[in-house]
């Protein structure tokens, strides 16, 4: 990596030792570990002062204090956090939900399918293992990957995504949805996996005609037509149950009330992975049932931990779906964080290797 990292102009990781080692430990020395925030403050000044881009740098050294204070402490790292950083009450284990970002579509790669993600979400049945339930998810990937493969373009269908999900293989919405419910049905899973839409509503939004395309550009529809649709689709298709954001987010939500009304009615949760507009909706009324989130998405833990009390204040029922800053991740520290949660879930990019997936089933059975 090293001699990689010489033909780089920002030098890359010789540099980041050399800043650590020369400059970061000097700054760090003498604070008390078991204050989060202030450690974390240390390491926000020092990415200023040094005019460093890469969140990475903070994020990684930042997750790792309470692992260094557990083991001192022999505590838990999920008890350490939920007790005494997040401060939410007593820690007991609660099984996160399993979910696969399966296949990526829309413009924002340039495909023709509209929809952003179509996801495979675990249901957790108490009358099976752990390990059962998460192995249905897991079924269900592979006999998407199979069915993807088994299609026109062959194996060279199986086109990868950067954050690991598999490109769409057919054009249209019901096509895919096809896909995944074949899949389903062929593993007998149609009653263990559901399958959710993330629609991304921005990259549908015709700011000029205030209306959304989906498959047709001459057929626009205006926000009662696309609810309309959104609640015809989820009715045809039971084995639909969530949604994400399907609206923009505007001054008004009274739009995302009406549609997260009539969904919740179908037993369809509604949520959202817009972290940086999420306050504004829950501040204008709005209370989703599921949040996405990257833990990448935070320079520190402290800035997580601050929005995750936002929203557990402010919606402590909606559920938090946490995924790991990078794919090919065997970094334990989301896994951690999703069990510290009250309502935790754990989102899985499909094309993680088999040695991943069981690093973190095996991390979480750990607490069983």
């Known amino acids: 990596m090293c001699i990689r990292d010489r033909r780089r102009v920002h030098g890359g990781v010789e540099r980041a030792i050399r800043l650590i080692n020369d400059e970061l ?3 760090l ?3 008390n570990l078991l204050n989060q925030k202030k450690f974390d403050d240390v390491l926000t000044n020092f990415v200023n002062d040094r005019n ?3 969140l990475n740098v903070t994020h990684y050294l930042s997750h790792s204090v309470p692992y260094v204070v557990s083991l001192v402490r022999n505590l838990s790292v999920p008890r350490y956090i939920k007790e005494e950083i997040l401060e939410m009450g007593p820690w007991s284990f609660s099984p996160p939900t399993l979910v696969a ?5 829309s413009k924002a790669i340039g495909h023709k399918c509209k929809v952003f993600k179509f996801l495979l979400l675990g249901k957790l049945d108490p009358a099976k293992t752990l390990l059962e339930n998460y192995t249905n998810v897991l079924t269900a990937v592979t006999q998407v ?15 990868v995504h950067t954050d690991g999900s598999l490109i769409c293989p057919v054009d249209t919405i019901n096509e895919n949805l096809k896909l995944l419910e074949d899949s389903l049905q062929a593993t007998n899973l149609k009653s263990h996996v559901g399958i959710g839409i993330s629609w991304q509503a921005d990259l549908l939004y015709n700011p ?16 009662n037509q696309l609810i309309d649709f959104i609640v015809k689709l989820a009715n045809d298709r039971p084995v639909i149950n969530y949604i994400e954001d399907p609206l923009i987010v505007g001054e008004v939500v009274d739009g995302w009330i009406k549609l997260k009304e009539k969904l919740n009615s179908m037993n369809v949760s509604v949520g959202t992975r817009k972290v940086a507009t999420i306050k504004k909706m829950i501040e204008k009324g709005l209370i989703l049932d599921t949040l996405c989130l990257r833990s990448g998405e935070f320079g520190t833990l402290s800035e997580l931990v601050d929005f995750i009390r936002f929203v557990s204040d402010k919606s ?6 946490v995924s790991d800053p990078h794919i090919d991740n065997i970094n334990n520290s989301t896994i951690d964080l999703t069990l510290a949660l009250p309502h935790g879930g754990y989102i899985l990019s499909p094309h993680v290797n088999k040695t991943e997936r069981l690093i973190k089933i095996n991390r ?3 607490f069983v």
Do not use: F, W
């Open 29 to 31: 020395r003498g604070h």
């Open 364 to 366: 979480i059975s750990e």
């Open 316 to 321: 402590p029922k909606t559920q938090l779906l």
């Open 208 to 223: 000029d005609q205030k209306k959304y395309e989906l498959e047709n550009p001459k057929q626009l529809l205006d926000e």
């Open 145 to 159: 990957r199979k069915a993807v493969a088994s299609g026109k373009q062959g194996e060279a269908g199986l086109k």
């Open 25 to 27: 430990i000097v700054r």
């Open 101 to 105: 970002n399966m296949l990526q579509g």
């Open 52 to 54: 460093i881009k890469c």
